[in-house]
């Protein structure tokens, strides 16, 4: 088979490597990709929103299956246009990428499906929602409806901070259409897990669960990132919470959605909150996270390309199970100076050579570019160094150790990733 990976993150590298090793895929592609990419892929600078190019790409490179990473083109048609022409592409429609793209949707649809969420009002009136808020008492949560690249979300410690966002959102419109409708939520304390299942419009196929480290700097501070770091799997889920996500979150939401008439195809991920001793959820994405895919898809044993292939063919069923390696799978994020507010880019990597041979240690690039043998940094989020060891603090060691040969200028990274697994 020809598969074409569309996307340019860490994300997308884990899944070029993972199916570059699998013995049905013949020529595999990359749109837009990274340096990294371009070492087990063929990539391809093309506009990723212009539907029509791509769709002509993939008739001339006789692609049988595309797989998408990012949201924004599931949440704008992608698979409906290429489901339209008859090729298989792996992702939801665009009404199921609404499930991440509409947080009011996805509150709606779990209230009225039973699923766990924190209670919520919905407002489209500025003024409404102000006298809201000023009878309730902090902390709570204050969300844009649409997409707006993991900046919508506001945890509020005041009333003031809350008046503020409220305008910026509503009035302000400083996420344009996506701010102008608002979800006002309870907050729910607790620990967050990150929990991805395929799926095939019918059922699900998890993957094990994993947590992402969102803010900047050790200990959970400063500005929140696209993710500094993820591990899995994580050791406060057992069995019975394991099954009870499955069931009364996962199938319960893909069932909704198949009685709304959506298909739910690709990949549903669970963001949840353990709150005492109970899964909520605090959101849905409608893609493999990033970073969690990196230290999942390292851990993965079974061939990936049958798995999108049963997702897209509504087969899951067909696969009994995916198999895992043993232990413990740690990614740590490289990111650039600058990151987040203003990445420093064009910085040359030093120290990726060492670990082509190593089994236990990969390092996807995210925004690299290479340039004849060298790579160079073009972006926030530079590399996801990830390793597998017996445990955690084995995996842990594993990850930094190697963390600690690469180098490029105004380098940082969190140093506590997967802290948080050996201390409960
Ligand atoms: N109800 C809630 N209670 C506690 N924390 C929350 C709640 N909702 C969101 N958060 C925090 O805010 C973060 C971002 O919210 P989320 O709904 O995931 O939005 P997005 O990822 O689209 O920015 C979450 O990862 C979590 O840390
Ligand atoms: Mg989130």
Known sequence: MNVLIIGSGGREHALAWKLSQSKDVDRLFCVPGNGGISDVAECHDLNVSDTAGLIDFVRRMKI?????????????????????????????????????????????????????????????????AIAFIEKKEPPFVIKADGLCAGKGAYVIRDMEEAKGVLHNLMVGEIYGSAGKRTVIEDFLPGIEASYLAFADGETILPMPASQDHKPLLDNDLGPNTGGMGAYTPIPFINDAMDRDIRENIMLKTIASMKEMGIPYKGVLYGGLMISQGKPYVIEFNARFGDPETQPIIFKMESDLLPVLVASVEGKLKDIKEIKWREGVSVCVVMASGGYPERPEKGKIIRGLDQFKSEKDIMVFHAGTRKAGNEYFTSGGRVLGVTAIGADYEDAIRKAYDAVKKISFEGMQYRKDIGRKATII
């Open 64 to 128: 049988d299956l595309v797989v998408v990473g990012p949201e924004n083109p599931l949440a704008g048609g992608i698979v409906d246009a290429f489901e339209e022409k008859g090729i298989p592409i792996f992702g939801p429609v665009a009404r199921g990428a609404n499930i991440e793209a509409s947080k009011i949707f996805s509150k709606e649809l779990m209230k009225a499906s039973g699923v766990p969420t924190a209670p919520f009002q919905i407002f489209d009136d500025y003024s409404k």
